[in-house]
């Protein structure tokens, strides 16, 4: 009768493709892994899907919606797509199942160390401040209903408009983000560092409103 030290250790030497102790598509070694054919084929084919991406994205700048494709362009995107999918589902089904194995029998764990108060200050402080710097480099067009128009989309976007809900959204991350860092900073007793946050919270949320009151929504 097999013990559960016994069956720890099997589980731990099962090969994630078959599941098997023993198997033939993947043998566990111990000394130093030289390259394979296996190997070569990983990097041809992390190369074709480099690929693939570029050449789809070249075709979404190619094509407009009311574009009239040949039946057989339609057939072969279909077709790759349909491809891509079954290989994506294949590799998500496996890691997640090997994940599943890992927390099951608490392999791959690795214990985090716990944030210092100075640390989570800091990263807080970091954080709102690179919200402000994303926030205060958009430009809202007082138009919201030009950004749903085709017509104007694109040039908007390329004069430095963004959607003027977009914009907003932003200026209320930016000073959410500011008040979480005032209110650690308070906690550590840091004053100025906390009415720092405090003045930038302020700008924020009076930039949001400001583009609210100005916009037709």
């Known amino acids: 009768m097999k013990t559960f030290r016994s069956i720890l250790t099997e589980m731990s030497h099962r090969c994630t493709k078959c599941h098997k102790v023993e198997c033939t598509c993947k043998k566990i070694k111990t000394e130093a892994v030289t390259p394979t054919a296996d190997d070569h084929d990983t990097h041809m084919t992390i190369s074709l899907l480099k690929s693939t991406v570029m050449n789809a994205q070249r ?125 650690e900073a308070l906690k550590q007793e840091n004053y100025e560092l906390a009415k720092h946050h405090v003045k930038w919270a302020e700008k924020h949320g009076k930039e949001a409103d400001r583009i609210n009151a100005n916009c037709s929504w």
Request: net charge negative; glycine share 6%; proline share 4%.
């Open 59 to 183: 075709l979404l700048g190619m094509i407009q919606s009311d574009d009239e494709l040949p039946e057989w362009c339609h057939s072969k995107i279909t077709l790759a797509q349909d491809y891509i999918d079954t290989v994506t589902n294949y590799m998500e089904a496996n890691v997640n199942e090997q994940t599943n194995i890992n927390e099951l029998f608490g392999m791959g764990k690795k214990k985090t160390p716990e944030e210092t108060p100075q640390a989570r200050l800091g990263r807080l402080s970091n954080h709102a401040n690179l919200e402000s710097e994303w926030a205060n480099q958009v430009k809202a067009h007082p138009d919201a209903s030009k950004f749903h128009d085709e017509r104007y989309h694109d040039d908007l976007v390329d004069k430095g408009y963004v959607d003027p809900e977009q914009a907003r959204g932003m200026h209320w991350g930016a000073q959410q983000a500011h008040h979480e860092a005032a209110h």
